[in-house]
C-alpha cells in the first residue's frame, strides 16, 4: 500500500468528514464500547454537523489523508495558547491498522512545529485501545486536572456535559 496523500481540506471535503467520522465510530459500537450513557446498539451514530466543520475548514485547520483517490481520514484542530488542540481524528474503518491515522498525525505534528506551536493537545478515552495508547505511542503524555491549563479543562468539562464519563477521559499533551 502506498503512503496516503495528505492535504488541507477544502469546501469540497466536508460532506466526506461526516462519514468518516460515522465509519469511524461504528468500530466502537461493534466492539462493544458505550461513548454515551443509555446508548442502545441501534441509536444511530451521532456526527458533527456540516455547518461546525465549514469554519474550521475555513481557517485551514482540517487535514485530509486519501487513499485510493478519496478523503480516508481527517484530523480537525482548533488553536488554543501556545497549542494546536486536536478536535476530532477519525479515520475510516477500512483503513484503520493500515498507517494511514499514524501518518495523518505525523502530519499534524509537522505543521504544529511548522507553525511554530509549542505542543499539541487531545481529549479522548483513557480505557480504549486505540484511544490514549496510541497517542502515547506518538509521544503524547496524559496530563491530569491539576496540571493542565484552563481552557484544556474546559474542553474536559464541555465533555462530561454531553454525558461522557470524566473517569474514562482524560487530556493529552505533546511538547514539541
Known amino acids: 500500500m502506498s503512503p496516503p496523500l495528505i492535504r488541507l481540506a477544502g469546501p469540497q471535503d466536508v460532506a466526506h468528514l461526516s462519514e468518516i467520522e460515522i465509519s469511524a465510530a461504528s ?9 454515551f450513557p443509555g446508548e442502545a446498539a441501534d441509536d444511530p ?7 461546525i466543520w465549514r469554519p474550521i475548514v475555513a481557517d485551514g485547520l482540517v487535514w485530509v489523508a486519501e487513499t485510493g483517490g478519496r478523503p480516508a481520514a481527517f484530523l480537525a484542530a482548533r ?3 501556545d497549542s494546536l488542540h486536536i478536535l476530532e481524528f477519525d479515520v475510516r474503518r477500512e ?16 505543521e504544529a512545529r511548522r507553525r511554530g506551536f509549542g505542543g499539541l493537545s487531545l481529549t479522548t478515552f483513557r ?10 505511542s506518538a509521544g503524547f503524555a496524559i496530563v491530569e486536572r491539576p ?14 456535559g454531553r454525558g461522557l464519563d470524566p473517569a474514562r477521559r482524560c487530556a493529552m499533551m505533546l511538547r514539541l
Request: proline residues 10%.
Open 147 to 160: 496540571d493542565a491549563p484552563e481552557w484544556l479543562i474546559a474542553y474536559l468539562d464541555r465533555e462530561t
Open 45 to 51: 451514530i451521532e456526527f458533527t454537523p456540516p455547518d
Open 127 to 136: 480505557d480504549v485501545p486505540w484511544n490514549a495508547p496510541f497517542y502515547a
Open 79 to 81: 488553536q488554543e495558547p
Open 27 to 35: 468500530l466502537f459500537r461493534d466492539a462493544g464500547i458505550e461513548i
Open 95 to 110: 483503513e484503520q491498522g493500515r498507517g494511514v491515522g499514524r501518518a495523518l498525525l505525523s502530519f499534524a505534528i509537522a
